[in-house]
C-alpha cells in the first residue's frame, strides 16, 4: 500500500481526478436522521394533535446539515495542482511541484477521558512541512487510491 516513503509525481500532465464525499457517507451520517423524520412524518400525519413538529423539523435539519457538510468535501486534481474543500468549503490548493511526498497521520482527540485517533493523509514539502491535510473519511477508498496512484514509491528507483 502506501508509505511514509511515497514521493509526489508532479508529472501528472492533463490528467484530471475529481473526488465527492461517498454515497456511503451520506447514508452513514444522514441516513438514521433521515429515517428518524420519516418515522415522525408518520406520526405527525396519524396524529396530527401531538406536536411532533419539532421532532419532523429537529430531524430533518440534522440530517440536512449532515448532507451540506458532506456536500462541501472535494478534491480535484487537475494538471499541475491538486485542491482539497473540507466540509466548511474551505478550499485549499497546491502546486504538484511543491510536494515531496505523501504519509498517513492521525490526529488525536480527548473526549471524556477517551483518546480518539482520526487519521488523515498529510502531503508533504522537500522540507517535511505539511503543505495540504486531507480527511480520508468521506471519500471511497478507491478514489483515495486513485490519489495516491499520483504518489509512486521511489525508493526501488534509487
Known sequence: MSSDRDTCHPAIGTNVLIMRASPFSYLALGGVWFALAAGYAVLVVGHPDQGLEWGLALAATVALLWVVWLRGFKIVVRGTSISYRDGLYRTTTVALNDLA??????????????????????????????????????????????LRSLCRETRAAS
Request: overall charge positive.
Open 101 to 146: 511526498r505523501v504519509r498517513d497521520e492521525y490526529i488525536q482527540w480527548t473526549i471524556t477521558g477517551s483518546r480518539l485517533r482520526i487519521p488523515r493523509i498529510s502531503f508533504l514539502r522537500a522540507d517535511g512541512s505539511r503543505a495540504l491535510v486531507i480527511n480520508p473519511k468521506p471519500f471511497q477508498r478507491q478514489d483515495l487510491l486513485k
